[in-house]
């Protein structure tokens, strides 16, 4: 039965520190939104952008805004347009200095905002 | 006399001709949307935008992105897009290749009107 516990306690610390690892750092993510004048386009609030043709990323899911970042980051580097590749001139440029970090916590920062977006209505 | 009124008519329907081109462009290329219009188009978009939790999962697994409450315009960009190829994925393409302009005008109308 102790064994048993230890083990659980273990593998749940082990669990603990595997999402510690993961976890993204909001404040990391705005700094970086400031750092790469995301805001010139998007809006300092991410909600209010530029042109009405730029899309809302306040309250978007993290996973995908992270797969979009990472997508047009691959566009830049040559390859031709395909599903996890974006071909984008602004968002190429804008997303090949970032570091898969940068790219994690502006996601998470990004979906925390307040936003108009929504699955359903 | 005659064929020189022709000639002028001729030259001036060509002149209204190219005038009318850019407009008739326009209309073309941005219909006014109707999102009551839209209600029978949704069909293909709930699916997979409109389930709580449904992700996308080849090649990468994510979350479909939320479309309702977006900018109409970056909604008209997006399915013009895929329509066109610049942007590519493999549902998206075929259900935007389906759409009318007036089809993306109205999605769109509809999709940017909960906010």
């Known amino acids: 039965m102790k064994k048993i516990l230890l083990a659980l306690s273990g593998a749940s610390l082990l669990y603990s520190f595997s999402n510690l690892s993961m976890a993204a750092d909001l404040d990391a993510g705005k700094a970086a939104f400031e750092k790469y004048t995301c805001a010139s386009c998007h809006g300092d609030d991410a909600k209010t952008s530029l042109s009405p043709t730029y899309p809302i990323l306040a309250g978007q899911h993290a996973d995908y805004l992270k797969h979009a970042l990472t997508a047009y980051r691959r566009g830049q580097a040559g390859a031709p347009s395909s599903a996890n590749i974006r071909k984008n001139a602004i968002m190429g440029a804008m997303a090949t200095p970032l570091t898969e970090e940068d790219i994690e916590n502006l996601s998470a920062w990004l979906s925390s905002l307040p936003s108009p977006l929504a699955v359903r209505k | ?93 075929a259900i935007a290749q389906s759409l009318s302009a007036q089809d993306i005008a109205d999605l769109a109308a509809y999709y940017s009107s909960f906010k």
């Open chain 2, 1 to 93: 006399m005659k064929l020189r009124l022709n000639k002028i008519c001729s030259l001036s329907a060509l002149a209204v001709s190219f005038l009318m081109v850019p407009i008739l462009a326009h209309s073309q290329e941005q219909p006014v949307g109707d999102a009551q219009a839209a209600r029978s188009k949704i069909s293909m978009c709930i699916g997979c935008h409109g389930i709580k939790g449904y992700k996308a999962s080849f090649p990468e697994v994510y979350s479909v992105p939320m479309i309702a409450g977006q900018h109409a315009d970056y909604i008209v960009t997006a399915l013009n897009d895929y329509a066109s190829g610049a942007r590519t994925f493999p549902s998206m393409e």
